[in-house]
């Protein structure tokens, strides 16, 4: 309403350089660009048929089947399971143990979580592989299962200790009123009100430790178990160095893809259900 | 013999000094509402009642069982007082029935059946018995609160506190909420109830506390307390509660 002399609306602003939006564009061709050339110079330079026969010699392929590829990869599933079981109970304890009131227990958890948890799964497996040398007659039982299982699980609970003790933490402080206040003692909340509603809120980074477990128990070719004890990684390099191939170890390496993808797909599953539930 | 006894009470949170020397009592079958400013003390009270706070000073005998005492069976003791807070603090993970038995099942070793018997009547009582297969995420709140009613009577106490119950509820929620505890009321529950519910206080309630900072300033029948006060205190405050769009801000 106010006709004043300095309203501006005639005059343009005038910048230079593209704009924004053609910036974005000229460098998304420059991208593409690229991608094509890279992809162009390796399907010329590549000599396909021998990278083919070295990685996926389908005659390989069928003789690891006929070698025992799924003896090993239920090998896999059971070195992981147990171990994976040994992980959550021990875990469970560990968590609790660095929530109780009495101190040494604290520090005894944060003292093997710390350790565990630093140390290169590897070293614990070198480490289980000389025990029989460092205390002459010593044995573990169920062999081999229980020296697999007992050094992944004891790397393993390191880690979901710190899974298990967050969610217990994460666990609304008035559930653990609620219970007290009906007169539930403290152990009995912990274990019939916090406990399973802190492994709900966990499920998702769980998984994701089972996912690692899967892969780690690729070390136990460390430990040096019987061929018939052979997991996936094992089997798949014997195999190798025998048919002097490396189709075995890509056969094998796709059975960890049709163990971990699923579970994978399973955490992004949970994780979407625990969004919805808040 | 006074059901509840709170002698010289003391609680402070670290430098504040939330409760300042609170005596009182609840007799048996008695409604006893407290109101008052927030930050005066009245839920840190409630919950010193079953030592949900441990009070630095002072004693609170329930039947006669000193609960401050070092030796006292505290988790015997809380059996037979119920409580109801402001979030509902209901079981997530277990149905309307689950949260009504887990504690009669663990606790009182009550069998499947007989708890169960008892879980249905009470989720009844509160007017539920549609929804005992339902889990708290698929309840409203006002359901959820009486759903943890019933959670606490299933315990058969001899005693309910309740913790500003409908402070967390939709306006249209309330009323179910102090429908049922005005029913509980009228069965001769023995009820101690922190609330800012002047009209359900002057209803129900058989003697209305008022607190400000830490002690209790006035207490009395309703129809004298809320109808009229003796300290100014407690004018300010009701005149601000009753009439909030009248009063001119203080700071």
């Not at chain 1, 924004?20 to 000229?26: E, F, I």
């Not at chain 1, 003692?185 to 477990?213: E, H, S």
């Not at chain 2, 402001?86 to 606790?107: E, I, K, M």
């Amino acid at each position: 309403m106010s006709t004043s002399p300095q309203s501006t609306t005639e005059t343009t602003v005038e910048r230079k350089g593209l704009s924004p939006r053609r910036r974005a564009q000229r460098s998304r061709w420059i991208q593409y660009a690229i991608l094509v050339v890279v992809v162009l110079v390796a399907v010329f330079t590549a000599d396909w048929g021998q990278i083919g026969s070295v990685f996926f010699k389908p005659e390989f392929i069928k003789s690891a089947f006929e070698a025992g590829l799924l003896t090993a990869l239920v090998k896999t599933l059971e070195y992981t399971a147990g171990a994976f079981v040994i992980g959550l109970v021990g875990g469970t304890i560990l968590a609790l143990m660095k929530l109780s009131p009495v101190g040494p227990y604290r520090w005894l958890a944060t003292a093997y979580i710390e350790f565990f948890r630093g140390l290169p799964a590897i070293v614990v497996f070198i480490a289980f592989s000389l025990l029989p040398l460092a205390f002459e007659g010593m044995t573990i039982p169920w062999d081999p299962y229980g020296v697999v299982w007992l050094a992944l699980g004891i790397v393993a609970s390191a880690y979901m200790a710190e899974v298990i003790r967050a969610g217990i933490q994460a666990v609304p402080k008035g559930q653990v009123e609620a219970a007290r206040s009906l007169g539930m003692p403290a152990g009995l909340a912990m274990r019939k009100i916090v406990l399973p509603q802190a492994f709900r809120i966990v499920l998702p980074p769980l998984t994701n430790d089972l996912i690692l477990l899967v892969k780690d128990s690729s070390l136990v070719f460390i430990i040096g178990v019987a061929a018939n004890g052979y997991e996936l990684t094992g089997f798949g390099r014997d195999l190798a160095n025998t048919d002097a191939n490396l189709t075995p170890l890509v056969v094998a390496g796709f059975c960890y893809l049709v163990i971990t993808l699923p579970l994978g797909l399973l955490v992004r599953r949970l994780e979407a259900k625990t969004a919805r539930t808040r | 013999m006074a059901l509840v006894e709170i002698k010289n009470l003391h609680k402070s949170f670290g430098s504040n000094h939330v409760l300042r020397g609170i005596d009182f009592t609840v007799e048996q079958r008695e409604v006893v509402c407290v109101i008052g400013p927030s930050g005066s003390g009245k839920s840190t009270l409630l919950r010193c009642v079953n030592l949900l706070e441990k009070p630095q000073q002072g004693q609170v005998i329930v039947r006669g069982e000193d609960l401050t005492d070092p030796d006292c069976h505290l988790d015997a003791a809380r059996q037979q007082i119920g409580m109801v807070f402001q979030q509902f603090n209901l079981f997530p993970h277990l149905s309307a029935l689950g949260n009504c038995t887990v504690a009669q099942r663990t606790v009182l070793k009550r069998s499947q059946e007989e708890a169960n018997r008892i879980a249905r009547a009470n989720l009844e009582r509160v007017g539920l018995s549609d929804k005992i297969d339902a889990y708290p995420a698929q309840l409203s709140g006002g359901q959820q609160q009486r759903v943890a009613i019933a959670r606490a009577l299933s315990m058969d106490p001899a005693l309910m506190l309740f913790d500003e119950p409908t402070s967390a509820l939709d306006p249209e929620l309330v009323g179910d909420v102090l429908t049922v505890m005005r029913k509980l009321a009228l069965d001769g529950m023995t009820m101690l109830v922190v609330t800012h519910e002047m009209a359900f206080a002057r209803e129900v309630a058989d003697r209305v506390v008022f607190m400000d900072g830490g002690v209790i300033v006035e207490q009395g029948p309703p129809a004298e307390l809320i109808g009229d006060p003796k300290e100014e205190r407690t004018r300010t405050f009701l005149r601000r509660v009753l009439d909030p769009t009248h009063v001119e801000p203080t700071s």
